[in-house]
């Protein structure tokens, strides 16, 4: 019963550092998609993803790559962290037209 | 382009008070899905309500209700003898384009806040 799982939870980095976070659903979902939240401006999508091998730019691609190697997981990079990327990270699948399934974020504090 | 508009950014109520949360959609496709999410206090996402572009009857769960006029380009929630428990952020979220790639924009949000 866990459909989508984020990790880590939480984090704390340095300007600079690199990090991944993954993304795993267990429902068989082909389209994923990781969001970010930050006050006052909703979630924006950053990459998405229609399939296995497959992944797209959202409307704020930039410092961030994806991969989805496997059907069930969606990784969000970070190579070279910088204080505008901390934010709570949302990640989701579904298989259209259905509502999107969402994990329970992430929260990445960048110093 | 595509776009949601949430006016309100917050909105205070006493409990047992209707309360109506404004959206505001622009989409050119015909064919597009509507939604409606909540993010109570404890920070995940709940779906609440889906609605696609050629059904535009009104919907009713509980104390929900939702309003969707093609008309305006609207999509409003009413919740009727709020709750405290309904205190949330609360996201509306389109779903349009013809490559039908099922990715959401959302709205700003709007937060509730139910005063006992």
């Known amino acids: 019963n866990a459909g989508v799982t984020q990790t880590p939870k939480f984090r704390v980095l340095k300007t600079g550092q690199s990090m991944t976070l993954l993304c795993a659903q267990d429902m068989n979902h082909e389209y994923m998609y990781w969001y970010r939240q930050d006050p006052g401006m909703g979630l924006r999508l950053i990459h998405y993803s229609v399939g296995e091998g497959t992944t797209a730019k959202g409307e704020v691609p930039d410092g961030y790559n994806v991969s989805r190697l496997k059907k069930q997981n969606f990784l969000l990079g970070l190579e070279s962290a910088a204080p505008s990327q901390t934010s709570v990270y949302f990640c989701?699948?579904?298989?259209?037209?259905?509502?999107?399934?969402f994990g329970e974020g992430s929260r990445l504090t960048v110093l | 382009a595509q776009k949601v508009t949430q006016a309100q950014t917050e909105i205070s109520v006493v409990e047992k008070e209707d309360v109506t949360l404004d959206c505001v959609y622009e989409?050119?496709?015909?064919?597009?899905?509507l939604f409606w999410y909540k993010q109570p206090p404890s920070g995940e996402l709940v779906f609440l309500i889906r609605r696609n572009s050629f059904d535009e009857q009104n919907e009713i769960s509980g104390r929900y209700s939702w309003n969707f006029q093609k008309s305006t380009s609207s999509f409003n929630f009413t919740i009727t003898a709020s709750q405290v428990v309904d205190s949330a952020v609360y996201f509306c979220?389109?779903?349009?384009?013809?490559?039908?790639?099922?990715?959401?924009?959302f709205g700003q949000g709007t937060t509730l806040q139910v005063k006992p």
């Open positions: 979220a389109l779903s349009a384009g013809s490559s039908n790639t099922g990715k959401l924009i």
């Open positions: 989409t050119r496709d015909t064919t597009y899905y």
């Open positions: 989701a699948s579904s298989t259209l037209p259905r509502e999107l399934f």
